[in-house]
T-cell receptor, first 112, second 114 residues
Framework: GQQLNQSPQSMFIQEGEDVSMNCTSS?????WLWYKQDPGEGPVLLIA?????ELTSNGRLTAQFGITRKDSFLNISASIPSDVGIYFC????????????FGQGTILTVHP | GAGVSQSPSNKVTEKGKDVELRCDPI?????LYWYRQRLGQGLEFLIY????????KSGLPSDRFSAERTGESVSTLTIQRTQQEDSAVYLC????????????FGPGTRLTVL
């Protein structure tokens, strides 16, 4: 089946630093989604990308849909303590468009 | 309520027992999804309901797992004869329709099988 590989697995950064994480796939995805999960909560959608090459921002977050449609990255600028959490990439898998395939997540820790 | 709700929030059970997990989607959302999240892992798709169509059960790991949905309302995920490897957080999500509509997740049910 389709798999998404995220890197790095975890990051420890100082408040104010910029962060970059990425997601790759062996197969083409037509939509890339980035979610954040806080402890004890379900994931929340941050950014959705629908077109190869698309660059989309949401506040301090910027994400890009790779030209090959096999990768995407998420940048967070000027990190703050509330950015702590697990970041997942996801995309529709198989023939059922609503069914999402998730990466294994990047754990972000921000030191004040 | 405004969001997806799930109950119970935590469930501890003994190996071999059956469990039922409940999901209340956002009112008006026609699509409902169940995912499983093992410790330190991403989410694994289990099953997907869209309106009155036959559900997509392709992610259910074994015949011990089943799910039902009443119309476009509540859904129940049932795990029969639970095993220790079933221990995980079970997350429910709903969306207005299918396709690329945003999926809104509930807080999950943490299942521990002793």
């Amino acid at each position: 089946g389709q798999q998404l590989n995220q890197s790095p697995q975890s990051m420890f950064i100082q408040e104010g630093e910029d962060v970059s994480m990425n997601c790759t796939s062996s197969s083409i995805f037509n939509t890339w989604l980035w979610y954040k999960q806080d402890p004890g909560e379900g994931p929340v959608l941050l950014i959705a990308l629908y077109k190869a090459g698309e660059l989309t921002s949401n506040g301090r977050l910027t994400a890009q849909f790779g030209i090959t449609r096999k990768d995407s990255f998420l940048n967070i600028s000027a990190s703050i303590p509330s950015d702590v959490g697990i970041y997942f990439c996801a995309g529709p898998g198989g023939t059922s468009y609503g069914k999402l395939t998730f990466g294994q997540g990047t754990i972000l820790t921000v030191h004040p | 309520g405004a969001g997806v709700s799930q109950s119970p929030s935590n469930k501890v059970t003994e190996k071999g027992k059956d469990v039922e997990l409940r999901c209340d989607p956002i009112s008006g959302h026609t699509a409902l999804y169940w995912y499983r999240q093992r410790l330190g892992q991403g989410l694994e798709f289990l099953i997907y309901f869209q309106g009155n169509s036959a559900p997509d059960k392709s992610g259910l790991p074994s015949d011990r797992f089943s799910a039902e949905r009443t119309g476009e309302s509540v859904s129940t995920l049932t795990i029969q004869r639970t095993q220790q490897e079933d221990s995980a957080v079970y997350l429910c999500a709903s969306s207005l329709g299918s396709g690329v509509d945003t999926q809104y997740f509930g807080p999950g049910t943490r299942l521990t099988v002793l």
